[in-house]
Every structure is written in C-alpha cells, then in structure tokens.
C-alpha cells in the first residue's frame, strides 16, 4: 500500500516537470525506490522559490509543513496524516560555510532526465559527494560507494580520471573517498579558491551568508525538552528509547537522554565513595529503599539537587538546546512532590511543588502509568498500594500543572504500545 509519503513524492515530480530542478545524490532507478528515511535534495533553479512550499501547503495528504529559510536553501519538513514524513532541502546554490563547491553555471551543463526525473550525470554526482563528504571531513556513505562500484569499469575509470584531471588529485579507487583524507581535503580546496565564483566580492557576500545565516540558526533553531515519568514497571524506558528513534531516524532530530536531572552537580554519595562507584551503588539499588529519616537531612539535600536543575538550566540550553537538540528527560523534578522516598528524602510535597515555578519546564511531559497487575507482571519492585498511591499522585499533578502552565502535561494510559507512540507522535508533530 502506498503511504501519504509516497504518493507525495510521484505528484510533486509530475508537478516539476516543466521547473528548471535537479533532484541531487539520485541513486536510484525510479522516485518509488527511494528510501522512506531518505529525504529529497533537490538544487532549485526556477525563478518562482517557493513553488514547492505552496504544492505541499496544498497537498490534500499533507497535516503540517514547516521551513526554515537561509541564503543557499530552503528546508521544507513535511508531515502527512498517516504518520509519514518527508524532508525537502531546495537549494539554491550547492555552498559549504563560504565556499561554493559545484557552481550553478556547471551544474546546468550536467543536467540529464532519468525516467521522468531531472537529476545529473554520475560524473557530477561522484564530484558533489566527493566535495561535499570532504569539506565536511567525513567520507562518502557506503550506499553511493555500492553504486558506483556496480558501474561497468571502464565507466567508472572514467568518472575518477576525469575528477583526478579537473581537481589535481590522485584518487586511485573507491575506497580512499571511503573516509576522509586530510590532503585530498586539501587540494579541493586550492581549487575551489581559485573558481571566480569564490574570489573577491563574491567571496565576501558568502561570508556574510555563512555568518547571517550561523545568526539565525541560533536564534531560531533551537530544540526543547521533553519528560518522561511513570512508577517502575508502567514501561517508560521502552517508550522513551522508541520515542528517541522516532525523532532520530524519522524526523531526522537530535537527541539527547537524561537521567531525572542537568547532573551538573555529581551524585552526593560521591563526595564519600568517588564518583565511579557511587555510580554502580545509585544503578544497583532498588528505587525507594533509601533508609533516610531525617527531615533536616532531607531538607538540605532537596536543596543541593534543585540547586542542579537552576544551575543546569544554563547548561542545557547552551550545550544541547541551542544547538538544535531535543532534550528527553527519563524522569524529571516530578519525582521530588510525589516519590520523594525514591532519592531517599522524607519531605512534605508544598515545597518541592512550589518551587517548580523556578524550575526549567519541558515543552511536553508524559506521564505513563498502567493497572497494577499489569505493572506487577513487568516488575516486582513495588508493592500494590505504592503503585495506586503514585499513579494517582502523578495523574493529579499533571492535569494541575496541565491548567496552571503553558506547556504541555499527559497521563497515558500504556497497556499498547503502539497505541501510545502514536499518541507522543502526534505531539511531536504539534511541536516540531
């Protein structure tokens, strides 16, 4: 069956057919192999930019469409209402920070049509991804190594003798543009300093590109936080590891996961028993068997661990949400009001509750939570009353918070799973 993605992809190209386009890295026989995690590069010579922003906007199988605009390109991130996806990068000029590597110009001269699609020769292709891999110090992926190796030889002989004769390099097979190579890395650039295209004042205004857009990446493009709580057994490590692969491998983000706070701070039993060790002693103890008693105690070492999630705040924003991460949290503050016993505290929950208007909020939270015979069946580590306390202390907070916040607080009930992460993709999708 042919999803939304899919069926997308075959109208837009039919849609282009009179556009000056090249559909870029196109390896495959026909639009219908491509990959459904691969997204769609496409340079965009046509005078009308936003051609392919309006024909998604309007698509009847389309939900959502967001862009993000900088001077070289336009990425388009296209959600369908079967779940799909589809990342559209429209470039206008194949550039890497200030250095143009395939002008316009020559691309127009390796245009060709590939059943139906415009796309380029496989001379250019090797060039782009041989440019493109090594200015960004990495090498070419293995699917485009497979496709030229299954060239006739002589063809392929070709393809690398002509780049060795345009760039002054001495590429000798395949494998060498497997990974980076310092030297080759070295001599693409000599030469594409010496293309008009990166000279003089055409080089200044790829410069002031390259910063204006580096401006509006970190002012625009930043990512959020989202949590995770639920009692041990109601199956939040799964959803959250499934969560992380949907936004890594579908909607192509960048994630990080996070133990219950920042850790700026280290783990207290540290300062006695050293960092490592108190590691293995906090991971091989059974949650809520803490001994302690004392409310003093407890007092103050509630106030070291909110003092990580205000100091920390700063730390995550800088290392990971400016930098265009989603940050998700595998349990969060949450657990200081209702299971305060769980990081060995005895405290009344007013404290910890009213003073979580000071703390750094995720955008979505979570809560999971499932029958306790149900939960009882994955883990025994709590007993039944414990879990019917916490589950509905947690269901309580949440729909206070959900009514007292902006961002968003959900209790789900996680007997399916599928059932479940269709539920935290639709969120996702609300705010992506």
Known sequence: MTNNRKSFIQSLFVNLKKSDYILLKFIDETIFEIEDSSDLDIWWNDKDQDAILRYAQSHPNVQKVTNHSQSFMNQLFIFFKDGSFLQVDCLYQLVRKDLVYLSNDYLKT??????GIKTYTDLCLFEHLVLFHQLNFAGVPTKYLQYFSQLPSKSLSLIIHQFNQKYQTHILELSTVSSFQSDLEKKLKKYLGQLKVNQLFNRLISKANYLWDTFRNLKNQRGFLISF???????????????????????????VVIRHRPSILPILSSFIYGKKQA??????RLPRTGNNGNRLNSLLRFCYYFADYIFGRSYIFFKYQMRNYIVLYDRYYFDFIIDPKRTNLRMNQKLPRWLYRFVQKPAINFFLYAPTEIILQRKQELEPQAIQTLTKGYKSLFSAFDKEYTQEYFSIENIEKDKTLHFISTQLVQAM
Do not use: P
């Open 229 to 255: 709580s639920g009692v041990d057994g109601a199956g939040k490590s799964t959803i959250l590891e499934e969560t992380r692969n949907l936004l890594s491998k579908k909607f192509r983000k960048k994630t």
């Open 110 to 115: 390796q245009q060709i049509e590939k059943n």
């Open 279 to 284: 590691e293995n002693r906090s991971s091989s």
